[in-house]
């Protein structure tokens, strides 16, 4: 009762405070026109009953892509077939002017073996030239140093590489001489004044005589190939045997049609350049080093600076050369320029221990003497000296020649240079 009286009283009611209305909801937006070329808003969402949260609203949908000026494209989305058969696959695109097509997707195989590698891009193959001959012979890291340093000690010069050569006769005409042509055409303008010449009678008579010969001999070089030069020597043998008692080759085989007269000349020009070169080979195996050095090295060199010139004129014409050998099958052997190099530095080696033996033999009869510094021992010593230092320049000029040196070559040079250099120091 003292509540509600309370409650009625209007003078208690006049101090409680009553909240105010809520106010009026907002206005809905109004609908925006959508612009040319936009994508109309999605609509509002839905409330959802006992308070769940909406979901999120789907994704719009991507704007389609305008083509670029010259691209293809691309092909529509392959339509679902009946029965869950899968589609086929689309069709190739048709490459653009100027590209490059892409390669076919590989074949599946059975049993899932590995697909095969693809095949090398245009131009990634390897040269398949010829390969490089193999040789014992490399570049030294110490014998231009050694000879700098020791040139620059005895002669008073700082100048680098190998003393500059004049070039020989042999290295300015090579080789391979021109080869003689055929005289065929002799016998047509002089054939009414030579009918009755006793040297044209004889030819007459040796085409009829060795017609059955030369035959054998035309098809023989004919189908003659060949990559081995002993066959080679042997072959040509057997054709000079029966060319070599014409009275004029050159007329009697102009009157066989179709006789091979150039793979003739090119047979002869391979037989005789290969016995040339390895005339040389042999000539340095069989070189004898023996003392007294001085000559030996006078004898040598002299030697060194004649084969340096013609092996050098032939290097620079080999591929010339090569081509013309191999346009009548004969695959000429060029190893043998390795050979030459190889022996060249074979000989030089060999001089080279002949000098320090030679030195050894001198240090020790000076070690013997009762008085060994007398004022005759210095020019004993400046000659050696000066001898051990030919030996190392004969012994670098051999080295540029080849083109690098084998492990005996660059431990004797190695000694060498010590040796020099000690004496310089004594002296």
Known sequence: MAASSLASSPILASNIAVPPPPPPPPPPPLPMMPSKGSVPAPPPTKPLKNGAAPPPPPPPPPLPMMPLKGSVPPPPPP?????????????????????????????PLKNGAAPPLPPPLFGAAKNLGPKRPTTRLKRSAQMGNLYRVLKKKMEGTNQEGPIPEGRSSQARRGLTGNSNGGKQGMADTIAEITKKSSYFQQIEKDVKKHAKSIMEVKGAITNFQTKDMTELLKFHKYVESHLEDLIDEGQVLARFEGFPTKKLETLRTAAALYLKLDAIVTNLKIWKVVAPLSQLLDRIEHYFNKIKGEVEAFE????????????????????????????????????????????????????????????????????????LWKTFHFAFRVYTFAGGQDDRAEQLTRELALQIESNLQHQ
């Open 79 to 107: 339509k679902p077939l009946k029965n869950g058969a899968a589609p086929p696959p689309p069709l190739p695109m048709m490459p653009l002017k100027g590209s490059v097509p892409a390669p076919p997707p590989p074949v």
């Open 316 to 387: 620079r014409t080999k591929d010339e050369e090569a081509k013309k050998f191999q346009t009548h099958s004969i695959n000429f052997d060029f190893n043998i320029i390795i050979r030459i190099k190889e022996s060249m530095v074979d000989v030089s080696s060999s001089c080279m221990e002949l000098a320090l033996q030679q030195e050894r033999r001198e240090m020790k009869a000076v070690e013997n003497k009762k008085t060994p510094g007398s004022k005759t021992e210095r020019p004993t010593k400046d000659c050696t000296t000066k001898l």
